[in-house]
């Protein structure tokens, strides 16, 4: 069930690069990132990648495949053809390091200018209590594994450098909003969401739900809600159409 | 002088897991200026692959457990083997541990009445595992990280700078501890972007580095698991203790080859899921060993009723701890009882409604149907034993941590001790947060000990960056991935789950041979981001490591959690008095000595039946009755 595979992948590092050709044995039931790890043992020992985990659950090994944002370790070569080339490239949003490795910085800077959960000044530890239909909103936002493939596909960033300053991204978007819907924070938060985090830049397209690894729905379950909340002060038009317009089922 | 980046820091810790970042937010709320150093992205350590969740004996779910039933499910299921200081402390403080993790904005699994819910898992007497779904170690390290981002952002309030106090250096190595005499001085590595050096300027060094699980070929352990912690402190005059005892968890995935290893959570297990030979027979039945008779079911019936009663029946047997569960499914197989793929079948389908299954196990669901092409709602899972963790590690003082090396302090997988020769599932990431934690304060308490900081010898660095550099340097010679893959298997065949000794002595030839290779190593291309260059460094640490096992598992002659002699099948209560240390001899190889265990305080010795003591001591270490 072993043939060899064609591969395109990205080698190169921030002063420029190119997409380079390998001719690779593939084997029944592989993932993209077996394949990636042949070459480094088989052809190219230097080849950068990030990997850790190998099952999705650390969103380490986030790159593009065929143009799709991706994990390569949950992306089977089944789901290829035998003579079809396949390509690999570093995500598009952050700079390159070297062949597959990206400078993903950005998502830690924004992760720290979310104010920290808050603690309720009167409840001492032991003593919280929550009722799980309470915690499984914010539940579903706390499977993000921060492959960043949603802030990668993002068109606010994804082609404009400009807009990283004043947007932090989906993923961090639902970070506060998965505070603000945490039972017993004490802060507040939808005012920065709008003001500080670019709230208002989402126009809501949902690519950010379609690529997310996780099968979270960011759009529709935290930053519509959001959107709402802060709407409640003021008129956003975007958020009337979203919930008014069906779109196609997932 | 090597030219390099230098820092200067109260206290070091090296690794970014459960372990590491519990000790860095201590040390930071003990006023130490800290820094955390870990070779992956920030988040993505080890610990976030932790599934089934964390042991605390908080009561929640049953109101008659308490840290002494929770102290003794933690000895047994190490043997007796376990540091009962370190099992005694972690019994103790864990649900403190935990329930701090809601004040940092932890969401755990509620129970009904919206306390944290805890589920049952293999060896622990009562539902005792604070969960989060099967994302519990995601939890756990997402928790600590945005604890770690909230002590940046008080210091950012108060200095303008986030990184004041606290700053995490990711994707950077360490390869080489620093001394000024006997005690501790830094710490040197390089960058794993750049591959340019660093040197860390520190009286007080945490080791938190987690395992050695990618010395074996099957393995759920990822590349970080090079035993570099342990190498490191072996290096610095340090003791390891208990490196023969690694663990095997039974149910490793087995198909695809490419995803042989990857962890299946016991929860499967603890939720109802079964385990079944190829013939459909419930085969744990068979293999209760005589010390767990009284506490496990021998029929399927009351094994079932279980679930629903636990205070009347007696537990099923694919509950028992790991080691006997692994060896059982390795005898099954090895009597031709297998699955086509070589493993065993776990079902779950037959025993849950399917919207139970992708609720309660949702990233089990996801992973077999991405993954395996199995619907796990509908059909049974194939899984065999795959090495999963190492139960030997650092020899430290319970109390606060300490090495034998001043200055030099180790918490999590990397220390040795609390689990003895077999952990229980879940006892891990409560152990991480109990001992990071003190780790974090006996590294802080020793700082302020000090009248003097000890100084780097810059002739050291020298010779560090010499070190590292030299797989450059030779050409025409072998690539590490196929050294590295010939270790891995060596590991696997001869010093595995059923250990021979001549096959451990064939094991212990080869890695001598092994020795010899990767002096002569190349690697190719430049130090930007060159994981050949990585893997050639972690090479030494993992042969290093690789030797204690196989050594200290050729001196012990019984068969104890995770040591198993085919030669010498029974436990025998005169090894448990004795544990072996290994030490490194200044031309680089291993030495395996005994010490005296120190015998259990009388009070918890009175935790147990005497019946049961019996099964595990002398007759002179039994308690007078
Ligand atoms: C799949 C899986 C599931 C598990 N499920 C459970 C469970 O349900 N319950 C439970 O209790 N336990 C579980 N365990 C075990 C538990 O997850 C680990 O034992 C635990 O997370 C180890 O944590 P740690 O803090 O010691 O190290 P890790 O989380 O592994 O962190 C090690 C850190 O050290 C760093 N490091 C290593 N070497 C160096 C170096 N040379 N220089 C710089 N940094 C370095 C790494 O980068 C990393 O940041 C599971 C393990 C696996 C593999
Ligand atoms: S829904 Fe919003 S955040 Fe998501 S991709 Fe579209 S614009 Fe970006
Ligand atoms: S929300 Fe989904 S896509 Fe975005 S970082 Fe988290 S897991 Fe990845
Ligand atoms: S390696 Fe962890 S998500 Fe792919």
Redesign the pocket.
Known sequence: MSYKGKFRVWRGDSEGGELKDYEVEVNEGEVVLDVIHRLQATQTPDMAVRWNCKAGKCGSCSAEINGMPKLMCMCRMNTFEEDEVVTVTPMRTFPVIKDLVTDVSFNYQKAREIPAFKPPADVKPGEYRMQQVDVERSQEFRKCIECFLCQDTCHVIRDHEENKESFSGPRFLMRIAELDMHPLDAADRQHAAQEQHGLGFCNITKCCTEVCPEHIKITDNALIPMKERVADRKYDPLVWLGNKIRRRPA | MTELERHSYDVVV???????LRAAIEAREQGKRTAI????LFGK???V??????AAAMGNVNSKDNWQVHFGDTMRGGKFLNNWRMAELHAQEAPDRVWELETYGALFDRTPDGRISQRNFGGHTYPRLAHVGDR??LELIRTLQQKIVSLQQEDFEATGDYEANLKVYAE???TELMKDGEAVSGAF?YWRESGRFILFDAPAVIL????VGKSFKVT??SW?YTG??HALAMRAGATLINMEFIQFHPTGMVWPPSVKGI?V?ESVRGDGGVLKNSEGKRFMFEYVPDVFRAQYADTEEEADRWYKDADNNRRPPELLPRDEVARAINSEVKAGRGTPHGGVFLDVSTRLPAEEITRRLPSMHHQFKELADVDITKEPMEVGPTC??VMGGVEVDPDTASSVVPGLFAA???AGGMHGSNRL?????SD?LVFGRRAGMGASTYVDSLQERPKIDEADVDTAATEALAPFELEGGENPYSIHQELQQSMNDLVGIIRKEEEMEQALGRLAEFRGRIAKMTVEGHRQFNPGWHLALDLRNMLTVSECVAKAALLRQESRGGHTRDDFPGMNAEWRKKLLVCKLESDGSVDVTEEQQIPMRPDLLELFELDELSKYLTEEELPAK
Not at chain 2, 14 to 20: D, N, P
Not at chain 2, 37 to 40: A, E, L, P, R, V
């Open positions: 090296i690794g970014a897991g459960g372990a590491g150093i870990c070779k992956s350590a080890h610990t692959m932790a599934e089934g969740g964390a519990t170690g950077c190595t360490i590595g938190a580095t987690g395992g759920s352990n970080e570099d912690g962890l959570t999963h963790y999590g997988e990397v599932g879940g006892n891990s990431l991480l």
